[in-house]
């Protein structure tokens, strides 16, 4: 099958916040490609239901969204990146607004400048500005109208990386560089050759290695691993969030019900109707997510029970469905009316913490790399998200890494011709059954000994699996042509490693990573855990 070569500026792996808006701050004169795994929109950010958190109220302050970031991080945030993403929120908001994300309006309480504020947990102050409890489906669709009719960005949906393709893959370059990547042609079948003279990791968490999870399929953690194989360092992928309440029902998979509710006034309430986050914490249902998890999963273990309940029918039945329209409507279709009745709630994999190392100008390890929104390890969140400070980060991490490529822009030659994808020695899968029973195995281990709760016993037994099951898939890799569903489980295998390998290294309970074995925290681990690849090589001299 003939490869088809791409040459472009800027390649863009990821469709999200993250990977649209920087498509739209980049320069017009430059040509750009964004990879798209499925339809353009369909990744985490179009299922963020709260919003977006800055400062844009008087009453309010950029000394206060830092302190309580630093606070929901547990000590492992980095205080000048905190301080640089904050700063820059307002801006950020003010940008959004000028491409046309309509959030909304309220000139009464809780407002600021006509746009209605809520507060979410961790929060000390109403901060988040959001479009009903549909923020990310508003932020998701305006920015892909306006990149639809940018002329100078292409778009491939439907494909999927498979790797970087970096200098190593010349023979004999004396360089060390991203030149672009390897990507799958879903509708073909073929992999065709990306080049650019900088590429781009936006491709969102890796949330689908769980059992339960809150993201859309797409989630699996393909930047990160992609990155590792690179030889680019990876910090703190124990830190792995889960968002406290997940609707449960059987036929409502992955529908999440935002923090946003319990931020106006919902509580959390066990089968029999007693109240019970006032006793795990004095914040009660505005305690910060892991706190709040971790309670859920002790009640759920203390009772045997599959949910829990999240109550908001005590607030006006008109407040209900104007704030929360997307989850009244959803829940009633499952007959479910939350103006009247609980809602049955399980905790779920929600939010990457860690990711691909960069700095404050967005560069990863691997020059000409640089990695935005979930799949880069910021040091925003340190030990923990605090809810709305991601799209935050999407886009202010969008505009460092515009601002860094305009810089280099003529520092920078296109890349060198580079070997076509190899599939000579290939053929296709014999038996399929390999890949779904390897996915569900690893993804129900992950749940059961990597979860919400961690013992040192658990975590040896889940390497042993990622172990064996990384050594069938790497067999059956080399064998097999690829398919999307090899790429994914291949990814998500690396990455399940990674956060196993994380979290025995923290030997302590922090944030989102809580152990039985170490169930305080450890004043002398007050550092992100960073990972090393055999291949890693560190950055150096000019780009």
Same mark, same amino acid.
């Given at each position: ?12 792996? %990821? ?34 239901? %709260? %919003? ?40 950020? /908001? ?8 309509? *959030? ?25 500005? +959001? !479009?009903?409890? !549909? ?88 930047? /990160? ?13 124990? *830190?792995?969030?889960? +968002? ?10 992955? *529908? ?17 109707? =007693? ?15 892991? /706190? ?5 999963? +002790? =009640? ?24 929360? $329209? ?16 609980? /809602?049955?709630?399980?905790? !779920? ?69 580079? $070997? ?7 053929? =296709? ?11 569900? =195995? ?23 699996? !990622? ?12 064998? *097999? ?31 989102? +990573?809580?152990?039985?074995?170490? $169930?305080?925290?450890? $004043? ?20």
């Amino acid at each position: 099958m003939p490869v088809n070569s791409h040459r472009h500026d800027v390649l863009i792996l %990821g469709s999200g916040a993250a990977g649209l808006s920087l498509a739209l701050r980049l320069n017009e004169g430059l040509s750009v490609a964004v990879i798209s795994k499925r339809e353009l929109s369909e990744g985490s950010t179009v299922y963020a239901q %709260g %919003g977006i958190s800055a400062v844009l109220d008087a009453t309010d302050s950029i000394e206060s969204h830092v302190q309580d970031t630093l606070k929901a991080g547990a000590g492992l945030c980095d205080p000048e990146v905190v301080r640089l993403v904050v700063e820059r929120g307002p801006d950020n /908001i003010r940008w959004l607004l000028d491409k046309g994300v309509e *959030f909304t309006r309220d000139e009464g309480h809780g407002s600021a400048g006509g746009y209605h504020l809520t507060r979410e947990g961790g929060h000390t102050h109403r901060r988040v500005v +959001h !479009a009903a409890d !549909a923020t990310g489906r508003a932020v998701a669709t305006t920015l892909e109208s306006q990149v639809r009719a940018q002329p100078n960005v292409q778009l491939f949906e439907q494909h999927i990386a498979v790797d970087l393709i970096t200098t190593r893959h010349l023979h004999g370059h004396p360089g060390h560089r991203c030149l672009g990547a390897y990507v799958l042609d879903l509708g073909t079948g073929r992999v065709d050759v990306f080049l650019a003279r900088f590429v781009v990791l936006a491709t969102g968490g890796a949330n689908k290695v769980y059992l339960y999870t809150s993201n859309p399929d797409v989630s699996t953690g393909d930047g /990160i691993a992609m990155a590792w194989r690179a030889g680019c360092r990876v910090a703190n992928m124990e *830190f792995m969030q889960f +968002h406290p309440t997940c609707l449960y029902h059987p036929q409502a998979r992955s *529908f999440l019900i935002t923090e946003a509710l319990r931020g106006e006034g919902a509580r959390l309430l066990l089968p029999d109707g =007693e109240r019970f986050m006032p006793r795990f914490d004095a914040r009660a249902e505005l305690a910060p997510r892991d /706190i709040v998890a971790r309670a859920i999963d +002790h =009640e759920m273990k203390r009772l045997g029970t599959e949910h829990v309940y999240l109550d908001i029918s005590h607030r006006p039945a008109d407040f209900v469905i104007a704030h929360f $329209p997307t989850i009244h409507a959803r829940c009633l279709e499952l007959g479910i009316d939350i103006t009247k009745d609980p /809602i049955p709630v399980v905790p !779920a994999a929600h939010y990457t913490c860690g990711g691909v190392l960069v700095d404050t100008r967005a560069r990863t390890d691997l020059p000409g790399l640089y990695a935005s929104g979930e799949t880069a390890y910021t040091g925003l969140h340190g030990a923990n998200r605090m809810a709305s400070n991601s799209l935050l980060e999407c886009l202010v991490y969008s505009e460092l890494t515009a601002k860094d490529i305009e810089q280099q822009l003529a520092e920078v030659a296109h890349p060198p011709a580079v $070997p076509p994808w190899d599939e000579s020695r290939v053929t =296709e899968p014999d038996e399929e059954v390999v890949v779904t029973h390897n996915w569900d =195995e690893l993804r129900r281990f992950m749940w059961d000994y990597v979860g919400i709760v961690r013992t040192n016993k658990r975590l040896r037994r889940a390497k042993r699996r !990622a172990d064996l099951l990384q050594q069938e898939i790497i067999e059956y890799y080399s064998h *097999f042509r690829v398919s999307n569903d090899l790429i994914e489980l291949r990814n998500l295998l690396e990455v399940a490693d990674l956060i196993i390998q994380c979290a025995l290294r923290r030997r302590e309970s922090r944030g989102l +990573h809580y152990t039985l074995d170490f $169930p305080d925290k450890d $004043p002398s681990q007050r550092g992100p855990t960073i990972l090393i690849p055999d291949t890693y090589r560190p950055r150096g001299g000019t780009d």
